[in-house]
Every structure is written in structure tokens, then in C-alpha cells.
């Protein structure tokens, strides 16, 4: 069975653009998304205390060092003191 030249092209032509479909995200990455419960809440460690910090909402839950709930507070404006 002998092929002709326009299938060729044309098996040539599907096998190129599968190679730019398998190939394109090693130079375009898409960037990881979290869209979850905890999507925006941000962590901190100091001197053995745990913060979580809710950045949509303000809200900063602290817990000790033996990781036992301490207190709960909103952030309603940086650099000013805030209620407890």
C-alpha cells in the first residue's frame, strides 16, 4: 500500500500540533489556584506562638505553644492598636 503526499502532510501536520499541545506547558505554566476554606489565611510562628491571619476578612486567631486556642482579634486598620 503506498501512501501519497497529502496524507503524509497531513499525519505530519496532526503529529506537529500534538507536540505544541504536549509541549507548551513546560514554557507557559499556569499558575496554581487555591480556592478553598482556607484560600486568603496566612500563617505565622514566633517564640511558639501560632497566628493565622484571614487577609479577606481581618481576622487573627492565636494559639500557644501547645497549641491551645489563645484569643481572637480583627485587624481593622495596620499600624494602629487594635481591641483583644
Known amino acids: 500500500m503506498r501512501i ?3 496524507t503524509k502532510t497531513i499525519l505530519t501536520i496532526i503529529a506537529l500540533l500534538l ?4 509541549v507548551k506547558p513546560l ?5 496554581a489556584l ?3 476554606k482556607y484560600a486568603g489565611v496566612q ?3 514566633s517564640g511558639g506562638n501560632h497566628a493565622f491571619f484571614d487577609a479577606r ?3 487573627v486567631w ?3 505553644e501547645d497549641g491551645h486556642f489563645r484569643q481572637h ?6 499600624g494602629k492598636d487594635h481591641d483583644h
Open 4 to 6: 501519497d503526499l497529502y
Open 19 to 22: 507536540a505544541v499541545i504536549v
Open 73 to 78: 482579634h480583627k485587624v481593622r486598620e495596620f
Open 34 to 36: 487555591a480556592e478553598g
Open 27 to 31: 514554557f507557559q505554566p499556569q499558575p
Open 43 to 45: 500563617f505565622s510562628y
Open 62 to 64: 492565636e494559639y500557644g
Open 57 to 59: 476578612s481581618g481576622d
